[in-house]
């Protein structure tokens, strides 16, 4: 499991449910609505890391 992946699980998801997620180095460094801009914000800060993104789900969404 990565360093990211592990931050996301122990992200506290409160108040973030439908919204993006961007995890860098195991640190959550942007969290909205506007994945684009969060993603371009997060590739000119971080230019040597693979920022990982995560749509937090609704509480009622059932993954399989």
Same mark, same amino acid.
């Given at each position: ?14 108040? !973030? =449910? ?6 860098? @180095? ?9 994945? $684009?801009? #969060? !993603? =371009? ?6 230019? @040597? ?9 609704? $509480?009622? #969404? !059932?993954?399989?």
């Amino acid at each position: 499991m990565t360093k990211n992946f592990e931050a996301y699980l122990k992200l506290d998801k409160r108040g !973030l =449910q439908n919204k993006y997620v961007v995890i860098v @180095d195991g640190k959550v460094v942007d969290k909205g609505e506007d994945i $684009e801009n #969060m !993603l =371009q914000a997060a590739r000119q800060k971080y230019p @040597d890391k693979t920022p990982f993104v995560a749509k937090v789900p609704d $509480e009622r #969404m !059932l993954v399989l």
